[in-house]
């Protein structure tokens, strides 16, 4: 069956480097996406990456696809405090649908 | 700018009433969904629907209902709630063509 497993928590310091990891398990996804979830928020789409890239950057965002180990990464550079949110790896589940994984939760602390 | 909206922030229900949330967008989304998110299991699809009249079942559609008659407005009904329909729900729409949701901001709801 499908599945997107995520640590559920990360702990950085700010203006460190934060790597929120994700696997799937649909090798045929096309796309793959990172949501962020602020507290009190619904969710909102950060970025995505094709699943015929290695690499997508984005100002501080760099997104890392292991398509053999079906594996994504997302680094944010100089972690801010109001980088501190939840958040969630997904991959395209058919039928427009997406399936989520439980999300990282990342606080950010002075 | 997409607006996804949905009828409450916060509700309180008591066991056994009839809850309707409703979710309204603008942007004549063809798709649209409600999820219900709890801690550590993330979200998880209730039903979803692609055209007016249209729905699916998500991954847990027992104990819920749905009904869209109208295009940009997408309503889950919980017929007899239950303390364990405490959760947060939220709604999301998106084009047919894309994979990209637009959410809410959400509804807790509390089951009493």
């Known amino acids: 069956g499908e599945d997107v497993e995520q640590s559920l928590f990360l702990s950085v310091r700010e203006g460190d480097s934060s790597v929120i990891n994700c696997t799937y398990t649909?090798?045929?996804?096309?796309?793959l996406y990172w949501y962020k979830q602020e507290p009190g928020a619904g969710l909102q789409l950060l970025t995505y990456?094709?699943?015929?890239?290695d690499m997508k950057q984005d100002q501080r965002l760099t997104v890392l696809l292991n398509k053999k180990d079906k594996h994504l990464s997302l680094r944010i550079a100089d972690t801010q405090t109001g980088d501190s949110a939840i958040y969630f790896c997904?991959?395209?589940?058919?039928?427009?649908?997406?399936?989520f994984g439980a999300g990282t939760r990342l606080a950010v602390h002075p | 700018d997409v607006k996804v909206t949905q009828s409450s922030r916060y509700l309180v229900k008591r066991t056994g009433e009839k809850v309707f949330l409703e979710c309204v967008q603008d942007?004549?989304?063809?798709?649209m969904f409600w999820y219900r998110q709890d801690p550590g299991l993330g979200l998880r699809l209730i039903y979803f629907?692609?055209?007016?009249?249209?729905?699916e079942k998500g991954d847990i559609p027992e104990g819920y209902s749905v009904s869209r008659e109208k295009k940009e407005r997408f309503s889950l009904i919980l017929e007899s709630a239950s303390t364990n329909q405490t959760s947060m729900y939220l709604c999301?729409?998106?084009?047919?063509?894309?994979?990209?949701?637009?959410f809410g901001p959400g509804t807790r709801l509390t089951v009493t």
């Open positions: 649909d090798s045929s996804s096309t796309y």
């Open positions: 990456i094709f699943s015929n890239m």
């Open positions: 997904a991959e395209d589940g058919g039928y427009n649908k997406l399936i």
């Open positions: 629907s692609y055209d007016v009249k249209m729905k």
């Open positions: 942007m004549d989304h063809e798709n």
């Open positions: 999301a729409s998106s084009f047919v063509q894309t994979y990209e949701q637009y």
